[in-house]
Nanobody, 125 residues
C-alpha cells in the first residue's frame, strides 16, 4: 500500500506558476502509474494529467495541455505537476493518485487505487 502527500499549493495571480509535489511512502512508485486530479466544491473530481511508470509517456486534459507538465523521479518516490500560465478556472483542490496500471493511461477516478488528501490551489484574477 502506498501513502501519498501533496504539497506546493497556494495563492497565485493569473499568469503565474506553481509546482505541486506528491511524496510517496510505503511502496515504490515505480510500481504505479501516477496521476493528478482536481476538484472544486460541488463538482466531480476531474482528470488533469497522468504519467506511466517510467515517465516516458504522459497525458493531459485538454484544458491544461501546453501549460501543465507532469514528471516523476522514482528514486525520490516523487511526482510533480508544474503549472504555468495559471488561470482563475484552475482554482481547485489538487489530488495525487496512484494506479496499479503501469501504462499511465488511466483518466478515470475509479481506476486509481490510492489517493492523497489534496492541496489547495487558488488563482486570483
Amino acid at each position: 500500500q502506498v501513502q501519498l502527500v501533496e504539497s506546493g499549493g497556494g495563492l497565485v495571480q493569473a499568469g503565474g506558476s506553481l509546482r505541486l509535489s506528491c511524496q510517496a511512502s510505503g511502496d515504490t512508485i515505480s510500481n504505479y502509474g501516477m496521476g493528478w486530479f482536481r476538484q472544486t466544491p460541488g463538482k466531480e473530481r476531474d482528470f488533469v494529467a497522468t504519467i506511466n511508470w517510467s515517465g516516458g509517456a504522459h497525458f493531459y486534459a485538454d484544458s491544461v495541455k501546453g501549460r501543465f507538465t507532469i514528471s516523476r523521479d522514482n528514486a525520490e518516490n516523487t511526482v510533480w505537476l508544474q503549472m504555468n500560465g495559471l488561470k482563475p478556472e484552475d482554482t481547485a483542490i489538487y489530488y495525487c493518485a496512484a494506479n496499479k496500471d503501469y501504462s499511465g493511461t488511466a483518466k478515470q477516478v475509479g481506476r486509481y487505487d490510492y489517493w492523497g488528501r489534496g492541496t489547495q490551489v487558488t488563482v486570483s484574477s
